[in-house]
């Protein structure tokens, strides 16, 4: 990236701050989900920025036009701060898209408020997406994602899907759920359990979709309600044997052992969960390998870089992250031991 790319990051960042602080946000129409959200970026805005800085860099990177002729999409955009970075960039085209129609509402509101036009708004999920995007001619040029890879439930058929747009593409997901970090694997692993085994309560800006029961005693209700033949313990064998499942392939294991007494499903980690309504994860580890596997078999180039740590409100952790960063610096991008977060960098050619 040259020096007038990067001033135009920064101006952009600096921009987008300055009409973020202008917004009322208890008198905008907008759900308490990306309220809460929104509060979040702006009360902590340098240290999303610089990970949204790092993310945007290595995407314009990517740019085998001008930007001001470049199509920008922000896929699972939640509040759409990174499409307001985009518009901000000057990017010729700027598509939103989310699964949770409320977010896709607001973040109509939020742009119009931001005086920000998207090009598009797409509501759905990557199947849906990708037929929105074919349908009405839409060639991106750059896909970006912050925070929502360690979310999807299937990332093989994501990957399918993803690479049936009629265009070539680059794509980055930035992730802070990097597995290969000791530290971050630990806490998350923490976080999975406590949803697996104890659910989280509903807070201010709770997600309607989202489930606050465990995602055990959730299973364990989904199979009682589809097979009341079962007794008590064969319900919390299966529910456990069926940890990382969604409703529908919860149901199709557990007919599968009705019928042949044998649950051909095995949990392939040992931690790793999701809510077995909507299939979100709770912060996946993923096997990196595995899924460079399966992006080269669709025909498709991988690689995966580290990035830097991002300074806090609070200066005492600052000096041992900047410590960190130097010796990610030295370590060099595809080491992800030290690294906060990691970017799946996808190229479709």
Same mark, same amino acid.
Request: glycine share 4%; net charge positive.
């Given at each position: 990236?040259?020096?007038?790319?990067?001033?135009?990051?920064?101006?952009?960042?600096?921009?987008?701050?300055?009409?973020?602080?202008?917004?009322?946000?208890?008198?905008?129409?907008?759900?308490?989900?990306?309220?809460?959200?929104?509060?979040?970026?702006?009360?902590?805005?340098?240290?999303?920025?610089?990970?949204?800085?790092?993310?945007?860099?290595?995407?314009?990177?990517?740019?085998?036009?001008?930007?001001? #002729?470049?199509?920008?999409?922000?896929?699972?955009?939640?509040?759409?701060?990174?499409?307001?970075?985009?518009?901000?960039?000057?990017?010729?085209?700027?598509?939103?898209?989310?699964?949770?129609?409320?977010?896709?509402?607001?973040?109509?509101?939020?742009?119009?408020?931001?005086?920000?036009?998207?090009?598009?708004?797409?509501?759905?999920?990557?199947?849906?997406?990708?037929?929105?995007?074919?349908?009405?001619?839409?060639?991106?040029?750059?896909?970006?994602?912050?925070?929502?890879? #360690?979310?999807?439930?299937?990332? #093989?058929?994501?990957?399918?899907?993803?690479?049936?747009?009629?265009?070539?593409?680059?794509?980055?997901?930035?992730?802070?759920?990097?597995?290969?970090?000791?530290?971050?694997?630990?806490?998350?692993?923490?976080?999975?359990?406590?949803?697996?085994?104890?659910?989280?309560?509903?807070?201010?800006?709770?997600?309607?979709?989202?489930?606050?029961?465990?995602?055990?005693?959730?299973?364990?209700?989904?199979?009682?309600?589809?097979?009341?033949?079962?007794?008590?313990?064969?319900?919390?064998?299966?529910?456990?044997?069926?940890?990382?499942?969604?409703?529908?392939?919860?149901?199709?294991?557990?007919?599968?052992?009705?019928?042949?007494?044998?649950?051909?499903?095995?949990?392939?980690?040992?931690?790793?969960?999701?809510?077995?309504?909507?299939?979100?994860?709770?912060?996946?580890?993923?096997?990196?390998?595995?899924?460079?596997?399966?992006?080269?078999?669709?025909?498709?180039?991988?690689?995966?870089?580290?990035?830097?740590?991002?300074?806090?409100?609070?200066?005492?952790?600052?000096?041992?992250?900047?410590?960190?960063?130097?010796?990610?610096?030295?370590?060099?991008?595809?080491?992800?031991?030290?690294?906060?977060?990691?970017?799946?960098?996808?190229?479709?050619?």
């Amino acid at each position: 990236m040259d020096s007038l790319e990067h001033s135009q990051i920064e101006k952009a960042i600096d921009n987008l701050h300055s009409k973020l602080h202008k917004l009322n946000l208890n008198h905008l129409n907008i759900t308490d989900y990306n309220k809460e959200y929104l509060q979040k970026y702006i009360a902590n805005y340098s240290f999303y920025m610089s990970l949204y800085s790092q993310l945007l860099q290595k995407a314009i990177k990517k740019l085998k036009k001008p930007i001001s #002729e470049s199509i920008f999409v922000d896929y699972g955009g939640g509040v759409g701060i990174l499409s307001y970075l985009a518009s901000e960039i000057g990017f010729k085209s700027v598509i939103y898209n989310d699964i949770y129609q409320k977010s896709v509402d607001d973040v109509k509101v939020l742009s119009r408020e931001l005086g920000m036009k998207m090009d598009a708004y797409i509501c759905g999920d990557v199947d849906q997406f990708v037929e929105k995007t074919n349908s009405n001619n839409i060639r991106p040029d750059l896909i970006c994602s912050f925070d929502v890879l #360690e979310h999807i439930y299937d990332l #093989e058929k994501w990957i399918i899907s993803i690479a049936n747009i009629h265009s070539k593409f680059s794509l980055l997901f930035m992730t802070s759920a990097n597995s290969r970090n000791p530290y971050v694997n630990n806490r998350l692993k923490k976080l999975q359990r406590k949803a697996e085994y104890e659910g989280f309560n509903k807070t201010i800006g709770w997600k309607e979709t989202d489930l606050n029961s465990s995602f055990l005693e959730a299973r364990k209700n989904i199979i009682r309600k589809k097979f009341p033949q079962f007794k008590d313990n064969e319900i919390k064998e299966l529910s456990s044997k069926t940890r990382g499942l969604k409703k529908d392939d919860i149901e199709e294991v557990v007919q599968n052992y009705i019928k042949k007494n044998v649950i051909n499903y095995h949990i392939s980690h040992p931690t790793n969960t999701c809510d077995p309504y909507t299939g979100n994860r709770t912060e996946n580890l993923i096997d990196l390998k595995r899924l460079k596997k399966i992006i080269r078999k669709n025909n498709l180039k991988v690689n995966i870089t580290n990035s830097f740590y991002s300074n806090s409100n609070n200066k005492i952790f600052n000096v041992p992250k900047q410590l960190l960063n130097l010796v990610i610096k030295i370590l060099g991008s595809k080491n992800l031991f030290f690294s906060p977060t990691y970017t799946l960098e996808i190229q479709k050619d």
